[in-house]
């Protein structure tokens, strides 16, 4: 039987976040998730803001984490994620993740340039994603 795993490294702005052998990684996209398993097809994916899930080599459990933009390159059974912030669901602060979404409202509803309505939008998108996992 073929191995069913692949190497997987989880790197974000602020350092390495995880490195190791998994059987599946689960990542969001602007439309959705997608799902990687052990021999996928080489390419490159968009990683939005959200929920990664990640299930190591001998164990059912599934890991998760908050991640916000990037990518993921898969080439040669090798998994690398880049993205800008990764954090586990307990590390999150929800009063102040609460504030962030808030805030991130008040800029929407204000006029402002088209960067400044891209930034306040991904600010939003990031706040919703890290309330949304410490409900869980």
């Keep these: 039987m073929a191995d069913e795993t692949f190497y997987l490294r ?20 602007c439309d959705g998730e997608k799902e990687v398993l052990a021999h996928h097809e080489d ?8 929920e990664l899930r990640f299930q190591e080599a001998g164990s059912s459990e599934w890991r998760r984490a908050v ?10 059974n090798r998994a690398t994620i880049l ?8 590390d999150i602060d929800r009063v102040r993740a609460q504030a962030a979404k808030e805030r991130a409202e008040e800029q929407l509803r204000q006029k402002q340039s088209i960067q400044e309505y891209y930034h ?5 998108s990031r706040a919703m994603a890290r309330l ?4 869980r």
């Design 10 to 29: 989880i790197i974000a702005a602020t350092g390495k976040f995880f490195s190791g052998k998994v059987r599946s990684v689960i990542i969001p996209q």
């Design 43 to 50: 390419m490159v994916i968009a990683v939005d803001d959200g």
């Design 67 to 76: 991640c916000g933009r990037g990518f993921i390159e898969i080439t040669h």
């Design 83 to 90: 993205v800008e912030t990764c954090e586990r669901p307990e």
């Design 120 to 124: 306040s939008s991904a600010a939003l």
């Design 132 to 135: 949304k996992a410490t409900r």
